[in-house]
């Protein structure tokens, strides 16, 4: 990864743990437009898992919600608990454990965050 994405992806990450789930989006879909290498599923993962949570605390739409972290589920399995330093194993159990508290129309009370190692 070059400096250049590494940044994009920082300002990405921060922006998801404020909660700014729209502006992530952008900056994610912006890395993942130019990114052609084994990493390009992990960017479209992150930014499903952004579009999720923009679905949910800004539309309150848990059927959104919903289709959009098993579509971050099925990109970011693909990686191992770490990759490119993004500590995926705490943000898949975090989608996993929300996922099921919106199959039951219970609101999660905390939303997950992104965490670089």
């Known amino acids: 990864m070059g400096d250049y994405d590494r940044s994009r992806l920082i300002t990405a990450v921060a922006k998801f743990n404020e909660g700014d789930y729209f502006e992530c989006h952008e900056i994610l879909e912006d890395i993942w437009f130019d990114?052609?290498?084994?990493?390009?599923?992990?960017?479209q993962g992150l930014l499903h898992a952004a579009v999720a949570f923009y679905h949910l605390t800004k539309k309150n739409n848990f059927k959104g919600t919903l289709?959009?972290?098993n579509k971050a589920l099925?990109?970011?399995?693909?990686?191992?608990?770490?990759?490119?330093?993004?500590n995926l194993e705490k943000l898949k159990g975090s989608l996993k454990r929300i996922s099921l508290k919106?199959?039951?129309?219970?609101v999660p009370k905390r939303l997950p965050k992104i965490i670089l190692n």
């Open 67 to 69: 289709i959009q972290i």
């Open 102 to 106: 919106l199959k039951k129309k219970e």
């Open 74 to 86: 099925a990109k970011l399995d693909k990686y191992g608990d770490i990759y490119q330093e993004i």
């Open 35 to 43: 990114v052609r290498d084994d990493s390009r599923d992990l960017y």
